[in-house]
């Protein structure tokens, strides 16, 4: 059951996706990390942009005060 608002809801967080694909590679794999290297850095990938936006998000929030 997900909580409703948590790093998992889709609102909150647009990586959701990766983060299972992550998590079902870990669980696949036995959670040997040396296979889900690509998931990792498709997960990191997505954070990076979506931090970006945010960042710019703001930015332009403050300088429009």
Do not use: H, I
């Not at 948590?6 to 998590?23: L, V």
């Not at 850095?41 to 332009?60: L, P, S, T």
């Amino acid at each position: 059951m997900s909580q409703k608002g948590g790093w998992m809801d889709p609102a909150n967080n647009p990586c959701t996706e990766e983060a299972k694909a992550s998590y079902k590679c870990l669980d696949v794999n036995n959670y040997d990390k040396s296979m889900c290297q690509e998931f990792f850095d498709a997960y990191k990938d997505c954070k990076r942009q979506w931090n970006a936006r945010k960042a710019e998000e703001r930015r332009r929030k403050f300088q429009s005060s």
